[in-house]
């Protein structure tokens, strides 16, 4: 059965850091590029944060670049994300991807990676407020 599960989410006061983790089964994320998505009340899901397959690529949303990084170790079947100076805003529910398509881009260098097949998790919710 494949499985993606999410942990780590909770409350966390402005500025303050959480990292997020999902967890694989079913199958290996060693052949699948992973995003993290989030989704607040009332507004559509929106790609947070990608990694190629071998990790080598990263690329993130503007509004958290220099704040979240994307990770994963793939002998483990696990993707983190690690979210510093959260702020109000970054209040959602977390959902890990396996298979959406990312694309990094830097200079005329573009690189852009999928997988035919597409698995979302349940999500984790990560409220920031004092």
């Known amino acids: 059965q494949v499985q993606l599960v999410e942990s780590g989410g909770g409350l966390v006061q402005p500025g303050g850091s959480l990292r997020l983790s999902c967890a694989a089964s079913?199958?290996?994320?060693?052949?699948?590029?992973m995003s993290w998505y989030r989704q607040s009340p009332g507004k559509e899901r929106e790609w947070v944060a990608g990694i190629s397959k071998a990790g080598g690529y990263r690329t993130y949303i503007d509004s958290v670049k220099g704040r979240f990084t994307i990770s994963r170790d793939n002998a483990k079947n696990t993707v983190y994300l690690q979210m510093t100076s959260l702020k109000s805003e970054d209040t959602a529910v977390y959902f890990c991807?396996?298979?959406?398509?990312?694309?990094?881009?830097?200079?005329?260098?573009?690189?852009?990676?999928?997988?035919?097949?597409?698995?979302w998790g349940q999500g984790t919710q990560v409220t920031v407020s004092a």
């Open positions: 079913g199958f290996t994320v060693d052949n699948y590029p």
């Open positions: 991807n396996a298979g959406s398509k990312i694309t990094y881009s830097s200079g005329d260098f573009t690189f852009t990676e999928r997988h035919e097949d597409e698995y």
